[in-house]
């Protein structure tokens, strides 16, 4: 332990530096064909080598649960120096496409038939971080995908030059339209979400399926081979969380706005008006996976309009607005599944990952963010067995090696054709059939 200890310190840590010395023993393919050349399974038969991308401490471990291990990566953090690169020197390397997909590794991973024939829209709302942002993005990028990008205007000059050039490599994302001087907990975070959304159902390259939102803090737990794979058994249902909360109405019954010159929203002391067309207003998260019909029914609708109109001077209406198209039973919204109650099925909310500290939550090994855990190494083997797509938070530089083993994790189950068990989510979705199969086969046995 001393020995491994005494080399550790010695080992280069400069982010950009580890990367390249993982990956110069690849074999590169032309990178220009990052776009068309996984169009065939034919070209698709990678080595499934499980390759270590951090090498100061041991990642397998740590997901595994050696305790040892991460408390070895725990100590190491406190001593350790981690140089990430910056926005600037970022936007420098993707100057060069070649040399950027070389280094970052775009070309890591396998793309089935079913994942070609089952496209994805993803938003992505951004404030600061272009590097944990790329990460990201690296993690769910797919040629046949689409990515909407959308920058907080009020960031600084250095997030908006790195993006932009980083999507001049990858012709399938974009930044959004128009963009939105976000602040927390206003309507402008829900505008650019809405920014996104128009942006990308007229986007005329790609005839997605689902869309899904993400901040920059979340990593997925799945690969988009597995994201597809339950996505076609949810069959059109949406996963969004959707429930009644008394406890939130403050949010909804007094007047909110944004103050540009502090940033925050703040009361205005004037009641509200009740929600329009006899809504009862949900509570629910943010983010969620959202089907194509879910999507135009909540710009098209008039109904649906009417309630966006509504909550521009609530608080927080990102957390209510799809919530509330989703619990109202009578609107008709596209894609929700109600219970024989009439509420909708908490069973497919399984987009997002959260640890909740304000309900009493210790499983956090991180710390906690506006009560919400910032996830550290101890986390990660809890987390690679959650039934979510994501995880929301990560910070790529707290606990660098929770972020960066789960980065391997991920990156080593894309480059494989591994099978993905069905039989948890399939019970989820629909216990009826499941329990039908059930008997059925304990009458044929």
């Known amino acids: 332990m001393v020995q491994r200890r005494f080399t550790t310190f010695f080992i280069s840590s400069s982010f950009s530096i580890i990367l390249i010395f993982t990956i110069h023993n690849i074999v590169w393919r032309n990178p220009h064909s990052i776009v068309g050349s996984f169009n065939k399974e034919a070209d698709l038969n990678l080595q499934s080598v499980r390759r270590r991308l951090v090498h100061d401490v041991d990642c397998r471990r740590i997901i595994e649960g050696d305790d040892t291990e991460i408390f070895f990566a725990a100590e190491l953090m406190k001593r350790k120096e981690f140089n990430f690169i910056t926005d600037d020197e970022l936007r420098e390397l993707a100057q060069n496409c070649e040399m950027f997909f070389k280094i970052f590794d775009y070309n890591r991973f396998i793309v089935s038939q079913e994942e070609l024939d089952f496209p994805i829209a993803f938003s992505l709302i951004v404030h600061k971080n272009a590097v944990q942002i790329e990460r990201l993005l690296r993690a769910i990028y797919r040629p046949h995908n689409v990515y909407c990008i959308h920058i907080d205007r009020k960031a600084d000059s250095s997030l908006h030059d790195a993006i932009a050039a980083v999507i001049k490599c990858l012709p399938n994302v974009f930044i959004a339209s128009k963009l939105e001087n976000v602040i927390y907990a206003g309507y402008s975070r829900l505008q650019a979400d809405i920014n996104c959304m128009y942006d990308l159902l007229h986007y005329s390259g790609v005839k997605w399926k689902y869309f899904i939102n993400l901040p920059a803090q979340e990593y997925p737990l799945k690969t988009n081979a597995e994201i597809v794979k339950i996505l076609k058994l949810l069959n059109g249902?949406?996963?969004?969380?959707?429930?009644?909360?008394?406890?939130?109405?403050?949010?909804?019954?007094?007047?909110?706005?944004?103050?540009?010159?502090?940033?925050?929203?703040?009361?205005?002391?004037?009641?509200?008006?009740?929600?329009?067309?006899?809504?009862?207003?949900?509570?629910?998260?943010?983010?969620?996976?959202?089907?194509?019909?879910?999507?135009?029914?909540?710009?098209?609708?008039?109904?649906?309009?009417?309630?966006?109109?509504?909550?521009?001077?609530?608080?927080?209406?990102?957390?209510?607005?799809?919530?509330?198209?989703?619990?109202?039973?009578?609107?008709?919204?596209?894609?929700?599944?109600?219970?024989?109650?009439?509420?909708?099925?908490?069973?497919?909310?399984?987009?997002?990952?959260?640890?909740?500290?304000?309900?009493?939550?210790?499983?956090?090994?991180?710390?906690?963010?506006?009560?919400?855990?910032?996830?550290?190494?101890?986390?990660?083997?809890?987390?690679?067995?959650?039934?979510?797509?994501?995880?929301?938070?990560?910070?790529?530089?707290?606990?660098?090696?929770?972020?960066?083993?789960?980065?391997?994790?991920?990156?080593?189950?894309?480059?494989?054709?591994?099978?993905?068990?069905?039989?948890?989510?399939?019970?989820?979705?629909?216990?009826?059939?499941?329990?039908?199969?059930?008997?059925?086969?304990?009458?044929?046995?």
């Open 237 to 445: 249902t949406c996963s969004i969380e959707s429930k009644y909360h008394k406890v939130f109405h403050y949010r909804v019954t007094q007047s909110y706005w944004e103050n540009p010159k502090t940033l925050k929203v703040e009361r205005r002391y004037l009641r509200k008006s009740p929600p329009p067309h006899n809504m009862t207003v949900g509570k629910g998260s943010a983010y969620g996976a959202f089907s194509r019909r879910f999507v135009e029914f909540a710009l098209n609708d008039e109904r649906a309009q009417d309630l966006l109109k509504w909550t521009e001077d609530t608080y927080s209406p990102d957390e209510t607005f799809w919530a509330t198209l989703a619990i109202n039973k009578h609107l008709g919204t596209p894609g929700i599944k109600y219970t024989a109650s009439g509420v909708p099925d908490r069973r497919v909310w399984m987009t997002t990952n959260v640890a909740w500290g304000y309900r009493g939550n210790p499983g956090c090994f991180g710390q906690y963010v506006r009560e919400v855990c910032v996830y550290g190494v101890g986390d990660l083997q809890r987390l690679v067995t959650e039934r979510e797509f994501f995880a929301n938070k990560f910070y790529h530089d707290f606990q660098p090696y929770a972020l960066m083993c789960l980065e391997e994790w991920l990156f080593n189950k894309s480059a494989t054709t591994l099978p993905f068990e069905l039989y948890y989510y399939k019970k989820l979705i629909n216990p009826t059939r499941y329990m039908i199969r059930v008997n059925l086969k304990k009458r044929l046995n």
